[in-house]
Every structure is written in structure tokens, then in C-alpha cells.
């Protein structure tokens, strides 16, 4: 496992912008297979002790990802994401929200986009993401900070193992 992957978290308040730059040791193909396939996002996608459970995820232009973060007390906080833009392999965008267990989302939320490229067998994910409203990105700054940067290991760990098979 290489030890001088990069790993760049960057808020712009003003542009309401969080930027996450980060290498993984893994094939291309891999990891957008772990952001991009349902079974494998559940592995990595929650900061421990909670666990990530997608209800649906229909990956395409128009199609939708349904999941809840749940606490270890069984406590759910659902999400949706919608996909925008997809070009295999390379980039795709979506607008994620909060939402309720019947999918009814809580506005206003933001929008993602992910650009992946690789050198030499590490895999660069530059993710950049909009907020609607400066209130809403201050609000859920710190945890979500913690959080994205505990699923990113839990994911450069998973890839490790999955590389190894």
C-alpha cells in the first residue's frame, strides 16, 4: 500500500464549495465501481459505527440512489441522489438531498460531481461539491467533514482488500 496518496479537503465558503481531491493504490475500474455500484457503497460509504443501506439505486442518467445512514441504536437518515451526467468510467454527476423514509426530499441540497483518473495504478477521484445555501453547508460542515473523511479510509481500505483477490 503506497503512503503518499493524496488527500486534499478544501471549503470555499464564498463559492459555497467543498472540494475533495484523493488517490487510491487501485485500478481505475475498481474504485468506480465503488462509487457507482450499490453493493459495494454500502461497504464504505458510512463512518463507522454506522452502516450505509441502499433501498435502490438505479445508476443512469435520470435514475436515482435511495440509501439510509444508520446509527448503531437502528436510528435511519435517508438520502436520494439523482444522476445528471455519466460518462463510464471517467466523470458523473448527481444532486444529492437529505429526505424522509418515503423519499420526499429536504430541500435545498447539493450537487456532486466526480472525476476519476488514473496513472501508473492509482486512481484519482477529484470530487467537487455545490451547496444551494451557505446555512445548509455551515450547518452540516463539521460532520459531514468527519464523516466523508472516515468513509474515504473505510473505502481505501476495502479497495486493498479487494485488490488482493
Not at 2 to 23: G, H, M, P, Y
Not at 27 to 39: M, N, P, R
Not at 99 to 118: C, R, V
Request: no cysteine; net charge neutral.
Amino acid at each position: 500500500m503506497k503512503n503518499d496518496l493524496l488527500f486534499d479537503f478544501i471549503v470555499d465558503k464564498l463559492a459555497k464549495t467543498v472540494t475533495i481531491t484523493r488517490e487510491f493504490d487501485a485500478k481505475l475500474s475498481l474504485v468506480w465501481d465503488a462509487f457507482t455500484k450499490a453493493e459495494l457503497l454500502d461497504q464504505w460509504l458510512a463512518p463507522k459505527p454506522w452502516t450505509s443501506k441502499t433501498k435502490y439505486m438505479h445508476f443512469k442518467v435520470g435514475g436515482k440512489r435511495f440509501y439510509a445512514m444508520i446509527s448503531p441504536e437502528g436510528i435511519e437518515r435517508w438520502g436520494i441522489q439523482e444522476y445528471t451526467s455519466i460518462t463510464p468510467k471517467t466523470n458523473f454527476k448527481m444532486y444529492n438531498a437529505f429526505a424522509d423514509k418515503d423519499e420526499n426530499p429536504e430541500l435545498p441540497g447539493s450537487e456532486w460531481d466526480h472525476y476519476f483518473s488514473e496513472q501508473n495504478g492509482t486512481t484519482k477521484v477529484n470530487i467537487s461539491i455545490y451547496n444551494e445555501s451557505l446555512e445548509r453547508l455551515e450547518r452540516i460542515l463539521d460532520g459531514f467533514t468527519q464523516g466523508m473523511k472516515m468513509s474515504l479510509n473505510n473505502l481505501e481500505n476495502l479497495l486493498a482488500t479487494l485488490s488482493k483477490k
